[in-house]
């Protein structure tokens, strides 16, 4: 066997111990203090309870970024939590600890139900018949939508 062979080996057993010790982990917003958020219908008031509660902090490995990416399920367009630029690179492609963020994420931890908007597109909609609104103008949207609809009949 050759020298690179062994040592290719040796960095493939460390890289799989380290992958296992990080997928053993829980997010670290599991371990924060859960906050008491008024109900509320105005979306501002309930993104910054989430960041109130985050205080900078990624939800799944801690870290305090300047600049927080805010993650979202693309199935329902409903806000999940802050994650830093690294672990949102990261969570579409991992099955162990993000897994876990999925299963229980900051909103769901503070039971808020938070439709993401993005500047460029607007509020994202779901993908999936699971759709959870909270915004007012989404039932005036499904409504003007089925107005139209029975127009075109």
Same mark, same amino acid.
């Given at each position: 066997?050759?020298?690179?062979?062994?040592?290719?080996?040796?960095?493939?057993?460390?890289?799989?111990?380290? +992958?296992?010790?990080?997928?053993?982990?829980?997010?670290?917003?599991?371990?924060?203090?859960?906050?008491?958020?008024?109900p509320?219908?105005?979306?501002?008031?309930?993104?910054?309870? +989430?960041?109130?509660?985050?205080?900078?902090?990624?939800?799944?490995?801690?870290?305090?970024?300047?600049?927080?990416?805010?993650?979202?399920?693309?199935?329902?367009? #409903?806000?999940?939590?802050l994650?830093?630029?690294?672990?949102?690179?990261?969570?579409p492609?991992?099955?162990?600890?993000?897994?876990?963020?999925r299963?229980r994420?900051?909103?769901?931890?503070?039971? #808020?139900? +938070?439709r993401?908007?993005?500047?460029?597109?607007?509020?994202?909609?779901?993908?999936s018949?699971r759709?959870?609104?909270?915004?007012?103008?989404?039932?005036?949207a499904?409504?003007?939508?089925?107005?139209?609809?029975?127009?075109?009949?």
């Amino acid at each position: 066997m050759a020298l690179r062979e062994i040592r290719d080996a040796g960095f493939a057993a460390q890289d799989e111990q380290r +992958l296992q010790r990080f997928n053993a982990r829980v997010p670290e917003c599991w371990s924060w203090k859960p906050a008491a958020v008024s109900p509320s219908d105005d979306p501002a008031a309930l993104r910054r309870a +989430l960041h109130d509660w985050q205080a900078g902090r990624c939800a799944v490995c801690g870290f305090r970024a300047i600049r927080m990416v805010l993650d979202h399920d693309h199935e329902t367009g #409903l806000v999940r939590g802050l994650l830093c630029r690294s672990c949102n690179l990261i969570e579409p492609h991992d099955d162990g600890l993000f897994e876990r963020y999925r299963e229980r994420p900051p909103a769901k931890i503070l039971h #808020l139900e +938070l439709r993401y908007f993005d500047s460029r597109n607007g509020w994202a909609q779901p993908t999936s018949s699971r759709q959870l609104d909270n915004h007012p103008a989404y039932a005036l949207a499904a409504k003007l939508g089925e107005r139209l609809a029975k127009d075109d009949a």
